[in-house]
């Protein structure tokens, strides 16, 4: 099992009204949606919300659910040596889940990421600053 998603900025930010490109997208309900039709704009699912549903709602074990987000992709992708693992060597990106698995702190190449990129969306000409499946807050 591999847990992906294709989310947009908007994910784990909340509903509102975002941009992804030129388009304007309003998220309700956890659904991003293209303003005023019915087309979906993209997903929202984070991944840490993909490792909560794979483990409390279809029962797969906690090892299992993050090696579907780790180690499994990494060796589909044919990166296995290099991603997946917390080992030497490695890319140091991490994501710390708290006991509830939700986002606690994420580092990138072994820092925490900084600047423009990380987690970013436009929400009504105000730019929130997120991690990947947490709440929005800043980093240094």
Known sequence: MALITDAMAAAGVGDGC??????????????????????????????????????????ATLQQAIAAVTAVPANALGLADRFGALAPGYVADVVALDAEL??????????????????????????????????????P
């Open 18 to 59: 975002y941009e992804l490109g030129a388009l304007a997208v309003t998220v309700a309900g956890g659904v991003a949606r293209l303003t005023g039709t019915d087309t979906i704009a993209g997903s929202t699912l984070t991944q840490d919300a993909a490792v909560r549903t794979a483990h409390h709602d279809a029962g």
């Open 102 to 139: 939700r986002v606690r702190a994420v580092w990138a190449g072994g820092r925490p990421p900084r600047g423009r990129g990380f987690g970013r969306a436009r929400r009504r000409g105000r730019v929130l600053t997120a991690p990947q499946g947490g709440r929005p807050s800043t980093y």
